[in-house]
């Protein structure tokens, strides 16, 4: 019985584990927004939303980024303007468009999931769920061209 137990929670944390793809478009997201001064993103930062939520890229105004080094936040309880999901291979979509509504709930006024087999995003705001293919997305004055970051080179 123990056995069993440790085998399913050691196949769900692997099928949750991020792909290659996965890693590779998150750092290509980041890169294109960090040329902005205007806004921080941040990478796997837990929200203080229920038992906690970590999306990909959490998008906040510059001016709300203030670490204080001597004490960290396990959950951060301010909301991003942005959060940022991009689907893993072992992923299914529709946990994390659930996931995006649970955020947009939690006053993150918009959500992106980037579904990299069909060069797709997502946007998930109050107003419902809007999908996109391969082109600039604008959210909260946040704009990527994801032209450029679906191009293989």
């Keep these: ?4 137990e440790v085998t399913e929670q050691t196949s769900e944390k692997v099928e949750e584990m991020p792909s290659f793809n996965h890693s590779y478009l998150c750092v290509q997201i980041l ?3 960090l040329q902005s001064e205007t806004v921080m993103p941040m990478p796997e930062l837990t929200l203080n939303i229920g038992n906690g939520i970590t999306p990909d890229i959490s998008v906040f105004p510059q001016d709300m980024v203030k670490p204080n080094f001597l004490r960290d ?12 999901e991009v689907v893993s291979a072992s992923q299914n979509i529709q946990d994390l468009l659930e996931k995006a509504q649970l955020l947009v709930a939690n006053g993150i006024k918009a959500v992106w999931t980037i579904e990299p087999f069909g060069n797709t995003v997502f946007v998930t ?5 809007t999908r996109y293919h391969d082109q600039e997305i604008e959210s909260e004055g946040i704009k990527v061209d994801f032209r450029q970051i679906f191009a293989v080179n």
Excluded: F, N, Q, V
């Design 125 to 129: 705001t109050k107003d419902g769920e």
């Design 1 to 4: 019985m123990l056995t069993e």
């Design 73 to 84: 936040i396990p959950k951060y309880p301010k909301m991003p303007l942005l959060a940022i």
């Design 31 to 33: 890169k294109k927004l």
